[in-house]
């Protein structure tokens, strides 16, 4: 199975006109099994950023955060639509399948803009700093299952 590198995550605050963002970077390593390389393995990789509550000191909620707009990976592509638009139109189709391409690691870089605001995830001056971390993940995407029926053969039993 896939493995991970510990994910490094990296903020950079700078003014966007009236606002403040963080461009933020976060890389990390996939190495891929043998059996993922031969039978190229396919992962749906997911990469976000969170509000980090739990486990740390002092304590807080215990609940990480979910961080607005904090995906960095896969970005929601919404697929080109005629007018008017259909209900199915308006849920956003996620990219994020991965596989070895027969190689044994593959480095993987996001990169996205977050508006400062989203980060602050405490919402309490009181407890600041906000403490943000990145978690990145690869799930199996599982076999689809094949099924066909036969000819019908009929019998007189009995």
């Not at 031969?38 to 215990?62: F, H, L, M, N, W």
């Not at 007018?83 to 189709?93: C, E």
Request: with cysteine; hydrophobic share 40%; net charge negative.
């Amino acid at each position: 199975m896939a493995s991970l590198t510990t994910p490094l995550l990296e903020m950079e605050v700078v003014n966007d006109g009236a606002n403040l963002v963080a461009n933020v970077t976060v890389s990390y390593r996939i190495t891929w099994s043998l059996s993922d390389q031969a039978a190229e393995t396919q992962y749906r990789e997911v990469c976000k950023v969170i509000g980090d509550d739990s486990g740390i000191t002092p304590a807080e909620d215990g609940v990480d955060d979910v961080i607005p707009n904090g995906q960095l990976f896969p970005q929601l592509i919404f697929p080109p639509f005629p007018l008017p638009l259909p209900a199915a139109a308006l849920v956003p189709v996620p990219s994020g399948v991965i596989s070895s391409g027969g190689q044994p690691f593959t480095d993987r870089v996001h990169r996205k803009t977050i508006n400062l605001s989203n980060l602050d995830e405490d919402q309490d001056p009181a407890q600041n700093p906000d403490e943000l971390r990145a978690v990145a993940s690869l799930t199996p995407v599982p076999p689809a299952a094949v099924s066909r029926e036969s000819n019908q053969v009929l019998l007189n039993i009995g």
